[in-house]
């Protein structure tokens, strides 16, 4: 974890409109701080994105752009899928390694994740995680208090 990413990913989250404590607990939570972590999650394309490129959404479920849909990208682990979804439209899924950029569309995300979860953080929480962990929303809450006041 570097000075420069936590400074990056306070602006980008006021940017945005979101506590920045809030966006650095969930990045030391999802990828400790490692701009290049990557995951990919055969469960998520089984259930996300296989349906859409069966729809004709995307390319074929062999295509590298359906699979990489299904990978989590740098600091927010943001999935392929829902950067997509946000509007993200670079050439390539692993653009969102650059953590301006991953960082600007997993806040996206996450704003629109408070949105649906009627501002109640720990909800949003959970349903940024997709019920994967069930003690996802604890984890990162403990977390929150070390990037006050930064």
């Given at each position: 974890?570097?000075?420069?990413?936590?400074?990056?990913?306070r602006?980008?989250?006021?940017?945005?409109?979101?506590?920045?404590?809030?966006?650095?607990?969930?990045?030391?939570?999802?990828?400790?701080?490692?701009?290049?972590?990557?995951?990919?999650?055969?469960?998520?394309?089984?259930?996300?994105?296989?349906?859409?490129?069966?729809?004709?959404?995307?390319?074929?479920?062999?295509?590298?752009?359906?699979?990489?849909?299904?990978?989590?990208?740098?600091?927010?682990?943001?999935?392929?899928?829902c950067?997509?979804?946000?509007?993200?439209?670079?050439?390539?899924?692993?653009?969102?390694?650059?953590?301006?950029?991953g960082?600007?569309?997993?806040?996206?995300?996450?704003?629109?994740?408070l949105?649906?979860?009627?501002?109640?953080?720990?909800?949003?929480?959970?349903?940024?995680?997709?019920?994967?962990?069930?003690?996802?929303?604890?984890?990162?809450?403990a977390?929150?208090?070390?990037?006050?006041?930064?």
């Open positions: 974890m570097t000075d420069n990413a936590i400074e990056l990913a602006r980008v989250a006021k940017g945005v409109g979101l506590d920045p404590a809030l966006v650095c607990a969930i990045v030391e939570q999802e990828s400790s701080w490692d701009s290049f972590a990557v995951r990919y999650e055969q469960g998520f394309f089984d259930c996300y994105v296989q349906p859409s490129a069966a729809g004709g959404a995307v390319r074929p479920s062999t295509s590298t752009e359906a699979r990489c849909r299904a990978f989590s990208w740098g600091l927010m682990q943001i999935m392929g899928q950067a997509r979804e946000m509007g993200f439209d670079g050439p390539y899924l692993s653009e969102l390694l650059e953590p301006a950029i960082l600007q569309f997993g806040c996206k995300l996450l704003a629109r994740k949105e649906l979860a009627g501002g109640d953080v720990e909800r949003a929480l959970d349903l940024w995680n997709g019920g994967a962990n069930p003690a996802y929303s604890s984890q990162v809450m977390r929150i208090e070390k990037y006050r006041n930064g």
